[in-house]
């Protein structure tokens, strides 16, 4: 795959898998324009790599304001787009929280309407063979509870993905990724039963993330739109009962 001078644009570059795949991106020769909220992080990662190909801009994607200079800052820069990663998400909690219809709101303006109008502000500038990969999580379709806000824009944006991958045929290829649980490092130390809970026996790194959105920007997955790959280790595969792998099921108190 050669992403030599592509222009990869991704909301949520500051941190964790944003982070990696801007790293990523940049290593392999690509121009990157990230919009995050975290304006220290985003600075030191812009100054570890001064590079001329990196674009940050500080903006809140809840806000179509924001939305609409990033997208002008991008196409000043760079004129054109070859890969849209829409990574951006944050969770508000959910009804045991108490959480607010503004709150709720504000989750899914990030983790769905954001992504759309990206898209659609991008669509007249997008080359040839262009791809969208959205990043969903497993909580689109299984939870903790009090996980609303965030499982809703989950959920919002991977059916968001099939509908732009019709909408879009023949112009831009859409496909959506399902992190399980990926160390960023903001859950602290790792447990041994954290790790050997997971099928594969390790949590997942940003990295394996990168790598599958890699190649569905790439060439070798021409003929795959409008789906959605789940990359947990197998977690959300692997059935579990009342004395069986060591688990013991105690009725919650509640």
């Known amino acids: 795959m050669d992403f030599n001078n592509k222009v990869v644009v991704i909301t949520g570059g500051a941190n964790g898998i944003g982070r990696c795949l801007v790293e990523e991106f940049l290593k392999v020769g690509a121009y990157v324009a990230f919009i995050d909220i975290d304006t220290e992080s ?15 801009v500080q903006g809140d994607i809840a806000n179509e304001e924001a939305i609409v200079k990033f997208v002008k800052e991008v196409v000043g820069r760079f004129g054109q787009a070859d890969y849209l990663i829409n990574n951006a998400c944050i969770s508000k909690n959910g009804i045991l929280s108490k959480c607010s219809f503004d709150d709720f709101n504000y989750v899914l303006s990030i983790g769905v309407s954001a992504p759309y109008m990206l898209t659609m502000l991008l669509l007249e500038h997008f080359n040839p063979n262009a791809a969208i990969v959205n990043i969903a999580s497993s909580r689109a379709f299984m939870s903790q509870k009090d996980t609303e806000s965030y499982s809703a824009a989950k959920g919002g944006i991977s059916a968001l ?3 732009l991958s019709i909408s879009l045929a023949g112009k831009v290829r859409v496909n959506s990724i399902n992190p399980g649980w ?10 041994s039963e954290d790790i050997l809970q997971h099928p594969v026996k390790r949590v997942g790194q940003p990295l394996d993330i990168a790598k599958l959105v890699f190649f569905l920007c790439g060439e070798g997955s021409g003929f795959i739109t409008g789906e959605n790959f789940t990359v947990d280790g197998g977690m959300s595969k692997q059935m579990i009962y009342h ?6 099921y105690t009725p919650s108190e509640e």
């Open 161 to 163: 993905t099939h509908s």
């Open 182 to 191: 990926i160390d960023t490092g903001a859950f602290g130390e790792l447990s």
């Open 243 to 248: 004395g069986e792998h060591g688990w013991t």
């Open 42 to 56: 985003a600075t030191k990662l812009v100054s570890t790599y001064n590079s001329e190909k990196l674009l940050f």
